[in-house]
């Protein structure tokens, strides 16, 4: 009687490991495109214009100073001087060798 109950044990615990494993496997296949077509979605998308972008964070800028908010318009000016260092081309004086001459 003893070993009929250990039987049963193991059989049941062979069902929950395979319902696991199905589970594993159908979150899976849902998951990976899901993934896939968001990742392609998201590289689709250009970027917004250098001089787009850096408008956008002056006129912020104006507006959380006509709203009273010197933190958050110091903030976006930061945002945008950043901006616009990041659009400019590198001059040769950006650009250091390598090896020193």
Not at 25 to 46: R, T, Y
Not at 72 to 101: G, H, M
Request: proline share 8%; net charge positive; glycine share 2%.
């Amino acid at each position: 009687m003893a070993e009929a109950t250990a039987i049963s044990k193991t059989a049941s615990g062979g069902r929950s490991t395979r319902s696991k494993l199905l589970m594993i496997v159908v979150a899976l296949l849902i998951a990976v495109p899901v993934l896939w077509f968001s990742a392609f979605h998201s590289a689709a998308q250009s970027p917004l214009p250098c001089d787009v972008e850096y408008d956008r964070l002056v006129k912020l800028a104006k507006q959380e100073l006509i709203n009273g908010d010197r933190t958050s318009a110091i903030n976006s000016l930061i945002a945008a001087r950043e901006k616009l260092r990041d659009c400019q081309p590198p001059s040769p004086k950006d650009v250091a060798p390598i090896f020193p001459n």
